[in-house]
């Protein structure tokens, strides 16, 4: 059985899940509203103020899918009743950000500047020059706005210029040796 897979999901005060045909589980709380096409295979039910996923038989590729549901549906209910935000610093002389409307714009030692514009359901902010918070309901868009915002100047290992994730830890490497 799978660890994940078998515990049941709490649902919280202010959270309605509505389970469709076709396994579409869509979830409403106080932050907004997601909805997820789930496969078709695996058995999701509402017991007791608890969704439970189960699978129908051992085979591996429903005990693949039974820990994944399982956690799609706790990431939509800790979505739409917390939020989910992801934040990078920009590291290096003269990188900066800048936020006017739902652009972000980033300085980061290119000829010209970088423009970004917000996903729906995902906003971002700016701290002073160099901190960028990106926050939003679903966990998956949240993480890929970030790795975008990041991939515009991953850091580098000699000086660690760039933008990195605020608990992202770089290796440093020591620069050439001359020689003597």
Same mark, same amino acid.
């Given at each position: 059985?799978s660890?994940?897979?078998?515990?049941?999901i709490g649902?919280p005060?202010?959270v309605?899940v509505?389970?469709?045909?076709?396994?579409t #589980?869509?979830?409403k709380?106080?932050?907004?509203t997601?909805?997820?096409?789930?496969s078709?295979?695996?058995? @999701?039910?509402?017991?007791e103020?608890? !969704?439970? #996923? *189960? =699978?129908?038989?051992?085979?591996?590729r429903?005990?693949?899918l039974?820990g994944?549901?399982r956690?799609?549906?706790?990431?939509?209910?800790?979505?739409?009743?917390?939020?989910?935000?992801?934040?990078?610093e920009i590291?290096?002389?003269?990188?900066?950000?800048?936020?006017?409307g739902?652009?972000?714009?980033?300085s980061?030692g290119?000829?010209?500047?970088?423009?970004? @514009?917000d996903?729906?359901?995902v906003?971002?902010?700016?701290?002073?020059?160099?901190k960028?918070t990106?926050?939003?309901?679903?966990? *998956?868009?949240?993480?890929?706005?970030a790795a975008? !915002?990041? *991939?515009?100047?991953?850091?580098e290992?000699?000086?660690?210029k760039?933008?990195?994730?605020?608990t992202?830890?770089?290796? =440093?490497?020591?620069?050439?040796?001359?020689?003597?």
């Amino acid at each position: 059985m799978s660890r994940i897979g078998k515990l049941p999901i709490g649902i919280p005060a202010g959270v309605s899940v509505t389970i469709e045909e076709g396994n579409t #589980v869509t979830v409403k709380g106080p932050k907004g509203t997601l909805s997820r096409k789930l496969s078709d295979s695996m058995n @999701i039910a509402e017991k007791e103020g608890q !969704i439970v #996923v *189960e =699978r129908p038989n051992d085979l591996k590729r429903f005990k693949s899918l039974h820990g994944l549901t399982r956690t799609l549906i706790n990431n939509m209910v800790v979505g739409v009743t917390t939020g989910y935000s992801k934040t990078l610093e920009i590291n290096g002389v003269g990188y900066r950000a800048a936020k006017a409307g739902n652009k972000l714009t980033l300085s980061l030692g290119y000829s010209h500047p970088v423009e970004m @514009i917000d996903p729906d359901g995902v906003s971002t902010a700016v701290e002073g020059n160099n901190k960028i918070t990106v926050t939003g309901i679903d966990k *998956e868009k949240v993480g890929q706005h970030a790795a975008n !915002i990041r *991939e515009k100047r991953a850091p580098e290992p000699y000086k660690g210029k760039g933008i990195k994730y605020s608990t992202e830890r770089i290796r =440093r490497k020591e620069g050439k040796s001359g020689k003597k």
